[in-house]
Structure formats: structure tokens, C-alpha cells
């Protein structure tokens, strides 16, 4: 079983930025996939990118590649999503999520645990 927290939203300006962390527990972490997607009001849930076991393969929506940048840190048991010149449409509840596949996934059928969520408010 895996459990996780997300932190570090907020409401910014465009333009700005933000980190997003995701604090797991359990002592697999490190042999798990992780993914962060997101859902705005009235939209479905759409990926936004996702990590692989090691790190050394990762995912990116076309819609934040090159702004976002995802990264994990197996000691610390957490995976980070830093999100550069954010825009209005950006705004969203994200959520992270875990796989127990080893290697990353878009599809979020593909995810077996999931965090609560945290919201990223970004006015023009």
C-alpha cells in the first residue's frame, strides 16, 4: 500500500512558477512509476507527466513541454513537478499518482494509487 500527500500549490501569477511535491509512504517507492495529472472545473483528468522507477525515463503532455519538469527522489520517497511560466489554463487540482509498473505510463488507468490532490490557481 502507498499513500500520498501532495503539497505546494498555490495561487501565482502568470508567468510565474511553482513546485509541486508529492510525499509517498511505504517502502517500495522506489520500484514504482509516478505520474502527475490534472483536472480543471468541467474538464476531464488529462496527464500532465510521469517518471519512471529510476528516473531515467520521463513523460511530458505537449501542453507543458519545456515549462514543467518532473524529478523524484527515491530516499526521500517524493517526486517533484516544477512548473515554469505558468499561464491561466494551467489552473487545475493536480493530483500525483503511483504505478506499480516500473516504467511510466500517460494513461492514468495505468496508476494504482492516487494523492488527494493540490490546487494551482494561476491569474492572468
Known amino acids: 500500500q502507498v499513500q500520498l500527500v501532495e503539497s505546494g500549490g498555490g495561487v501565482v501569477q502568470a508567468g510565474g512558477s511553482l513546485r509541486l511535491s508529492c510525499a509517498a509512504s511505504g517502502r517500495t517507492f522506489s520500484s514504482y512509476a509516478m505520474g502527475w495529472f490534472r483536472q480543471a472545473p468541467g474538464k476531464e483528468r488529462e496527464f500532465v507527466a510521469a517518471?519512471?522507477?529510476?528516473?531515467?525515463?520521463?513523460y511530458y503532455a505537449d501542453s507543458v513541454k519545456g515549462r514543467f519538469t518532473i524529478s523524484r527522489d527515491n530516499v526521500k520517497k517524493t517526486v517533484y513537478l516544477q512548473m515554469n511560466s505558468l499561464q491561466p489554463e494551467d489552473t487545475a487540482v493536480y493530483y500525483c499518482?503511483?504505478?506499480?509498473?516500473?516504467?511510466?505510463?500517460?494513461?492514468?488507468?495505468?496508476?494504482?494509487?492516487w494523492g488527494q490532490g493540490t490546487q494551482v490557481t494561476v491569474s492572468s
Open positions: 517518471i519512471s522507477w529510476s528516473g531515467g525515463s520521463t
Open positions: 499518482a503511483a504505478s506499480r509498473s516500473m516504467s511510466a505510463h500517460i494513461e492514468g488507468v495505468r496508476y494504482d494509487y
